[in-house]
């Protein structure tokens, strides 16, 4: 189990100091002047003089390869520059989006794993019915609809016809769960038909029938038998997800105008706002291979016969 | 680690998280709510816009403002004098009182104006030319002798603030209102200031919510969470019907343009435009009636100029702009030499009369679908059109506009400066600070207008260079191809009444009343 841990932690950290140089190249090659679009903005001519200052303020004045390296020193001293935008410290920006983010990450993993398990779970007991037929036109529909339009229909139905809820969503609970529910609707079906399948299979199996035999209730065989096989495959798939949305749902967070890391993120693009966004990529890419560590340490946990290996270690 | 624990820790992380995002307090009563654009207000030291840019919520204020002929007015100065050569001597407006108490005199002015005017390099102010000449006085000169700085000073960039307070978080100004709370992207609140010198606003309260999205803020309307939306762009009314019980449109005068900009020094395979009667082909193979039947509710007229003739007291007289006359466009790419062929598009030197047009400034939501309509129209005439549409301002210039890449760009913007020489100047004189309009610049005899009307010394003089400069611009050298003038659009909740600016940066949405 340490030499599983260590090889983890090795590829972790590689997986880390990649990302942060794809990180700084990809804003930094991406077209725009970030000095010349915040004084656009502000609607004054970019005089060479004042352009000059600028850039040099924000260290865009020398090579790449130097830029990067001192990134990365500022990056050791937890220095993540300053806004060229806002003109705040980028933690700060980080900080006080990271939050919101969090919130709705949260609640829509806890939808998107009571939807999976509940409409799989569903369609298994009954994988010809018509309750399947309508969870798989549901599913089908979910994935294609755009989320922008999906978000926007909920949001006129929900606020501006019905009046079941606001559009500017606050961070009360009521507030979080359309915008939470909009958001866990496709990978929440689209895991759900997966959980359908692995369970349909599951039943099949030696163990299982031996179980039913036994006279185990269906319940108990559910959870003991079923649950615990397909239990490590489903956490790796809600923790990807959850990575996903550790990074910004960045429409959703638009529609309902909550001010979270998707938000942030798509202003800085706006602005070409540079310190913003590296930090923003290289967060949301540390915060998806930390989720994703700690997914495979859970589904070894989890799993029965991992564990057994983790002995044999 | 047990799985209980494993869950507990879970669950304290969740609650964790939604303590740290603050409750947004609700609105309290009798409060005006403003649905806003995107945040980007900014609270570095130079570059300071918190609560003037954009939205402007009347915290701070300029020097000068504009009036409704676009000409800098009296506002912290009572009253001006250029002197010559960019020396100004200027007279404070008496009793006027920062939120705080402190009075605005010549030695506030003075500190105030070295941290928050001779920052922005455009206006031009030398700060080192600051001098007190008695309490209420003060002399000031610009740095390259103009004589327009005190018409650059109405900009909203140029509002001032108690230096002390502007490390951002609460900016102390002398204007009808003053800051109470400010959450990044989120919202701005501000309250009533008893002691202003104008008199007291009609709303105590104002709160501006941040909604980035702009249907977000039109649903927000409809659902009375806002009462009025400031920041409209122009796809937002592509989801009104009109007589839309739900919302009110509110217009100014046409103020903005939807213009072509004309390639006039691309290298090949962009410089067919070179030719003027190319250009003026095009300018005349357009139904302008047509696009403004179709574009922004049918709001828009059509456009002579880039500048509206009210402003600056321009006059209507010029430029002339085109009418549509397809006869004559044919005519001119005849004699051009490009014949059309089999398939009625043209051709010269076995080389097709093909263009490429950017769609567009700001971007090309803000134009649909007028870069369709244009390809119809100079289709009739035998020019093919190539449309690329770009979403983003950024790669619009980067990709595009800053290296020529194309023939025609298509931008919808406006002047929104009391300085008449500002939008010609930057737009077409060689000089431009702006790299992109460089390809767009005449040349001589438009620089030579242009240096004059920056150089005079009476406005009438000068405004009388920048109308030439604006008949050669378009009427003689078709550098530009103007479509459509446009007005500044503000929407409202039915039983809002605003006093509508065409400058939305300048309409103070504190004064507005609100009906049953």
Known sequence: MRGRLGRRLLWTLTTIALMSMVAFLLVAIAPGDPVVAELRFMGVPATPNTVEALRREFDLDAPLPVRYARWIVRLSRLDLGESIASGRPVAAELARA????????????????????????????????????????????????????LALAAVGLGAVVLGWSTVVSDASLGGLLLPAFILSLAPGLAIGRVVRQRVIDERLEDHVRLAV????????????????????????????????????????????????????????????????????????????????????????????????????? | MKRRTFLKAGLVASSAAANCVRTDREAPKGTLRVGAGSDRYNTAPGRFTLTTSRPNAHVGEPPARPNNRFEARPWLFESWTHEGEG??????????????????????????????????????????????????????????????????????????????????????????????????????????????????SKQPRVMYRFLADPQTRLLALRASEVDIVSDVVPEMLLSIEKNDPGVTVLRSRPIRYAALFCNLHGAPPFHTLRDLRVRRALALAIDREALARVMYMGQAVPARGVLPGWMFNLGDEFPRGFGMDTAQATRLLDDAGWTRGADGMRARDGQRLRLRMVSAFPNASSVKPMPEMLAQMFSTIGVATEIVEVEDEQVYYSAYADRGQADLFLELAGNANADPTFLLYNAFHTATPWPSYRFHAPGAEVDARLDAARHGTVREEIVAHVREAHRLIVDKHVAVVPLLSVPAFVLTRPGVAINMFENVDWIDFGDATIGA
């Not at chain 1, 800085?268 to 966004?277: C, N, S």
Request: aromatic share 10%; proline share 6%.
């Open chain 1, 213 to 313: 035999a036994l006279g185990r209730s269906p319940a108990q065989i559910l959870i003991q038998d079923v649950g615990v096989v397909i239990g490590p495959s489903l956490v790796t798939m809600w923790a990807t997800t959850f990575g996903y949305l550790l990074g910004g749902a960045v429409v959703v967070e638009r529609i309902f105008d909550r001010p979270g890391l998707g938000n942030l993120a798509l202003h800085a693009i706006a602005a070409r706002d540079y310190p913003v966004l590296q930090a923003y990529l290289l967060c949301a890419g540390v915060a998806f291979v930390l989720v994703n560590a700690a997914a495979d340490l859970l589904s070894a946990w989890l799993d029965p016969r991992l564990r057994r290996s983790r002995v044999d270690d």
């Open chain 2, 87 to 200: 020396a100004y001597v200027a007279h404070l407006r008496p009793g006027v009182l920062f939120h705080d108490g402190t009075a605005f005199t010549a030695d506030t002015f003075i500190t105030s104006a070295r941290q928050f005017i001779a920052t922005r390099d455009f206006i031009g102010l030398d700060p080192a030319s600051l001098r007190r000449v008695d309490d209420g006085s003060v002399r000031f000169r610009s740095k390259t002798g103009s004589a327009l700085m005190v018409d650059n000073m109405t900009h909203p960039s140029a509002c001032l603030f108690l230096p002390r307070d502007q490390a951002g978080r609460k900016p102390i100004g002398t204007g009808p209102y003053r800051m109470v709370r400010y959450e990044p992207q989120r919202v701005l609140e501000v309250e009533r200031f008893d002691g202003y010198w104008g008199g007291q």
């Open chain 1, 98 to 149: 990271l939050p919101w983010t969090l919130q709705l990450a949260f609640v829509s993993l806890v939808m998107i794993v009571a939807l999976s398990l509940s409409t799989g779970l569903a369609a298994a007991l009954h994988p010809y019915g018509r309750l399947t037929t309508f969870l798989r036109g549901l599913t089908i529909m979910a994935i294609s609809i755009p989320v922008y339009w």
